[in-house]
T-cell receptor, first 109, second 112 residues
Framework: EDQVTQSPEALRLQEGESSSLNCSYT??????LFWYRQDPGKGPEFLFT???AGEEKEKERLKATLTKKESFLHITAPKPEDSATYLC??????????FGEGTQLTVNP | DGGITQSPKYLFRKEGQNVTLSCEQN?????MYWYRQDPGQGLRLIYY???????QKGDIAEGYSVSREKKESFPLTVTSAQKNPTAFYLC???????????FGPGTRLTVT
């Protein structure tokens, strides 16, 4: 059974204080690891897909990296508008994704 | 603009009534999905469909039903058999190549 564990559950940062969110996974044959951002009361917004260990992708202040057991979402010099819940998901086979429970990020001004 | 629409945004029903949630996409995606999200939790898969006229149960299908008569539409019915229907329901779609799922805005269902 595919499993995804995200840590920490919640993270509070000061504006400009860089940090990382972790996504650990157990899956038979990873075919994609996905990061999403979700604002309160809204649908998740797609951020990145990573396919193989060593791969990195960047978007503005966010950088996602992937190893054989985990993925990190690095947030550099965050701003209050980066506050959201960040969700990680994996795909092993077929079209379905398995999601983690998310990390709730709060960035204080 | 291409995207996924869900309606209504808020829905209120009395216990014992069936209710249907709408999901429409104009992204020309083959696959569509329904998830349930409870407070402070991740997404749990209810049903998904990879092609028209075919769908599969997800992890929590009991008390729900779906249909996929058109590529653009994937309605979800929450039946009276669903014991805890109050939740935030999310619809998504993806291509059959990269499987990146794109989500609608969600429907918040409250059953009293």
């Amino acid at each position: 059974e595919d499993q995804v564990t995200q840590s920490p559950e919640a993270l509070r940062l000061q504006e400009g204080e860089s940090s990382s969110l972790n996504c650990s996974y157990t899956v038979s044959g990873l075919r994609g690891l996905f990061w999403y951002r979700q604002d309160p009361g809204k649908g998740p917004e797609f951020l990145f897909t990573l396919y193989s260990a060593g791969e990195e992708k960047e978007k503005e202040r966010l950088k996602a990296t992937l190893t054989k057991k985990e993925s990190f979402l690095h947030i550099t010099a965050p701003k209050p508008e980066d506050s959201a819940t960040y969700l990680c998901a994996v795909r092993a086979s077929g079209s379905r994704l398995t999601f983690g429970e998310g990390t709730q990020l709060t960035v204080n001004p | 603009d291409g995207g996924i629409t869900q309606s209504p945004k808020y829905l209120f029903r009395k216990e014992g009534q069936n209710v249907t949630l709408s999901c429409e996409q104009n992204l020309n995606h083959d696959a569509m999905y329904w998830y349930r999200q409870d407070p402070g939790q991740g997404l749990r898969l209810i049903y998904y469909s990879q092609i028209v006229n075919d769908f599969q149960k997800g992890d929590i299908a009991e008390g729900y039903s779906v249909s996929r008569e058109k590529k653009e539409s994937f309605p979800l019915t929450v039946t009276s058999a669903q014991k805890n229907p109050t939740a935030f329901y999310l619809c998504a779609s993806s291509t059959s190549t990269d499987y990146e799922q794109y989500f609608g805005p969600g429907t918040r269902l409250t059953v009293t």
